[in-house]
């Protein structure tokens, strides 16, 4: 089947600090990939839909100007979470569609 | 896309059959009844589809009522490998690049 990577796979940051969470669809080309949100023993909650060659798509209730998707190509969307905070701390997924969707491993960030 | 009901939980004895249910008896006609499971700290992954017939690959079996207002999910012979969260997702034709929206799942345990 399809792969889809993310990096990295645990970060730890500062409370202030920003991150960068990387996907990439290693075989295939994706124009849409989707980023998911996670917190324990909790499912995985849309957050949004990021779109080769134009603005992302949020779902209601999440912040854009805190989480900034950039789909560079057409194998790369990134997520930055921006002044991250302890609530921020989560594990986060991305997905890629070719037929079916494919997820990444995901990556956990905890804020200190 | 139609919403679906599971159980929170089920038990399993390593070697047996899973079987584990869903409803959805607000599916439409164009809907199809996708299977994706999450092992702990890891991205979901997908199982199996169909949309009427019952469906069979390597991993499982889908059983659709002929009503299609539910489904079942058969591991034939659960390993403990198979201990995860089962999400049943109900939506329109593969190869659709939409987003998948996940309930709360079935944590199915493989006990030995």
């Known amino acids: 089947g399809a792969v889809v990577s993310q990096h990295p796979s645990r970060v730890i940051c500062k409370s202030g600090t920003s991150v960068k969470i990387e996907c990439r669809s290693l075989?295939?080309?994706?124009?849409?990939m989707f980023w998911y949100r996670q917190f324990p023993k909790q499912s995985l909650m849309l957050m949004a839909t990021?779109?080769?060659?134009?603005?992302?798509?949020?779902e209601q209730g999440v912040e854009k100007d805190k989480f900034l998707i950039n789909h560079a190509s057409l194998t790369l969307s990134t997520l930055t979470v921006t002044s991250a905070h302890p609530e921020d701390s989560s594990f986060y997924i991305c997905?890629?569609?070719?037929?079916?969707?494919?997820f990444g491993p995901g990556t956990r960030l905890t804020v200190l | 896309d139609a919403k679906t009901t599971q159980p929170p939980s089920m038990d399993c004895a390593e070697g047996r059959a899973a079987n584990l249910p869903c409803n959805h008896s607000?599916?439409?006609?164009?809907?199809?009844v996708y299977w994706y499971r999450q092992i702990h700290s890891q991205g979901p992954q997908y199982i199996i589809h169909?949309?009427?017939n019952n469906e069979t690959n390597e991993m499982a079996s889908l059983i659709i009522t002929e009503d299609r207002k539910s489904s079942t999910l058969i591991l034939p012979h659960a390993t403990l490998r198979d201990t995860a969260v089962y999400y049943c997702?109900?939506?329109?034709?593969?190869?659709?690049?939409?987003?998948?929206?996940f309930g709360q799942g079935t944590t199915l345990q493989v006990k030995p």
């Open positions: 997905s890629a569609p070719h037929n079916e969707q494919f």
């Open positions: 075989d295939f080309q994706a124009t849409t």
């Open positions: 990021s779109n080769e060659g134009s603005k992302a798509t949020y």
């Open positions: 607000t599916i439409s006609g164009n809907e199809y």
């Open positions: 169909g949309l009427k």
């Open positions: 997702i109900v939506r329109v034709a593969p190869g659709n690049t939409g987003k998948l929206i």
